[in-house]
């Protein structure tokens, strides 16, 4: 893991974007770049990039046009990537964290994410309005698509969650999903019926909604996709179509033989090469999307023996807002041996499974799972953790990044006006010193970060580093 000057400068760049004034040329040139086509990986060489307003209008190799009257930057030999975007975090907590989730916002633009997807949490009218200050330009954050609250089962796990049994519950919590405005349906299931679970698919797929989340062990993952699941959170539930025996550990579950975590253990115990290669080319069928969240994976796994104490990053989360990070640690010291074990022989199967499913043409969706209650999987730079991670299991860098923002914009259908550096679409870019192609650490190397329009330049954040120290 690359360590770099990053937590000043992106302290100074919270401390930027707080004061930087809107009142800057409308018409921004940056020249000199080389602009990475998400799609190829082919890099144009030398080339300018034109913004007006919060859009790229034209991007051309240099000298070849004027563009009177923007105003120019030089960004010789930079590279230029589409902002990142982060695929499952959460905005959550209560009333009491409502601030300290605020607060987190701007560290996702200065780590160069410039959109997120929020899975799902109690602060929906919150996110409303951030996310209509984020638009005036009042408030400096990313783009947030949301879930809304998630849709469970009686008594649930996470506050604020809608409570499902019956059809008629199910239709009531999709109208008030809807007339809240949300972009998708998450689901859990910790206390959610497969029967209820497999309603809230079919009545969203009825409603045209696009619908991911976890899963209940009790059914066989292949209803959930036919009766139309667009995406699945977590690798726990992809173990389900990897494995020989799925038919005997759902009913083990459904018989109330087996809970969640010893039927993961025998879905592991029974992946099975060839059951996989077959269930994935069905979500590439389906076309299901898959989060692997490995970071988070990574972080939990090792929470038992990792001491964060000292991380530069937790410098950043608010006191309230670390103190949710207390629940997984409790938890991650009552393992034994063999429960420590097991977790790190799952995490090896859940990179492999990565892999496989990016070689089966399965589009995977990087997300990190930041947010409350998820220790040390700090928002911004957590992203940059996943892409490596997907790495580590065997992706290009290419493919890491385009489980970012290139399938993210898909993901919502929205890849015609965001997600990759293309006149006509929203102007969030990334600007890193060296080549994130060469080597995916390097989008931790940011010059500058353009959010929506706005740019964030090296020289105004040397100044608040000098001022800062
Ligand atoms: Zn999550």
Redesign the pocket.
């Known amino acids: 893991m690359k360590t770099s000057l990053f937590p000043a400068l992106m302290l100074a760049v919270i401390s930027l974007m707080s004061c930087t004034s809107q009142n800057q040329s409308d018409r921004l040139l940056l020249t000199g770049l080389q602009v990475i086509d998400i799609e190829t990986g082919d890099i144009a060489e030398n080339h300018s990039i034109l913004i007006e307003g919060n859009t790229i209008k034209d991007i051309f190799k240099d000298e070849s046009k004027a563009a009177d009257g923007a105003r120019s930057i030089s960004m010789q030999g930079k590279y230029a990537i589409p902002g990142l975007w982060d695929m499952?975090i959460?905005l959550r907590g209560g009333q009491d964290l409502i601030g300290s989730n605020k607060k987190m916002l701007p560290l996702y633009t200065a780590n160069g994410v410039t959109t997120v997807r929020d899975?799902g949490g109690d602060l929906t009218p919150s996110i409303f309005e951030w996310r209509s200050e984020i638009k005036t330009g009042s408030l400096n954050g990313p783009y947030i698509y949301t879930s809304g609250p998630k849709i469970d089962g009686p008594d649930p796990t996470w506050e604020g969650s809608i409570e499902v049994q019956s059809e008629e519950d199910i239709s009531k919590a999709l109208d008030s999903l809807q007339s809240m405005g949300i972009d998708y349906i998450k689901i859990y299931e910790s206390t959610l019926s497969g029967e209820a679970y497999l309603e809230i698919i079919r009545q969203a797929e009825e409603r045209g909604l696009t619908v991911t989340g976890h899963m209940p062990m009790s059914i066989f993952i292949d209803d959930a996709i036919l009766a139309g699941l667009d995406g699945i959170?977590h690798l726990y539930y992809v173990l389900k179509g990897t494995s020989d025996r799925e038919g005997e550990i759902t009913s083990k579950v459904y018989n109330g033989q087996l809970g969640f975590w010893d039927a993961v253990a025998e879905l592991k115990d029974s992946y099975n090469e060839d059951t996989a290669r077959v269930f994935y080319q069905e979500l590439v069928d389906k076309n299901v999307y898959v989060v692997p969240?490995l970071h988070i994976d990574d972080v939990l796994s090792f929470l038992h023996e990792e001491d964060h104490s000292g991380d530069e990053y937790l410098a950043y989360i608010p006191d309230d807002l670390r103190q949710t990070y207390q629940r997984r640690v409790r938890s991650a010291q009552r393992r034994d041996a063999e429960a420590i074990q097991f977790e790190k022989e799952l995490n090896d199967l859940f990179k492999k499974v990565t892999h496989d499913l990016q070689q089966a043409g399965v589009k995977l969706l990087a997300g990190s799972?930041a947010?409350a209650y998820?220790s040390y999987v700090y928002p911004g730079i957590s992203l940059h953790r996943e892409l490596e991670a997907f790495t580590t299991a065997g992706l290009t860098p290419l493919q890491a990044l385009q489980a970012s923002s290139y399938n993210g914009a898909h993901f919502f259908g929205d890849y015609n006006k965001i997600g990759s550096i293309e006149a006509g679409k929203t102007a969030d870019l990334l600007i890193l010193n060296e080549n994130p192609l060469a080597d995916i650490e390097n989008t931790t190397d940011i010059y500058s970060v353009i959010s929506k329009g706005k740019l964030l330049q090296p020289e105004e954040l040397n100044e608040l580093l000098k001022s800062k120290n």
């Open positions: 499952h959460h899975a959170e969240t799972d947010g998820n």
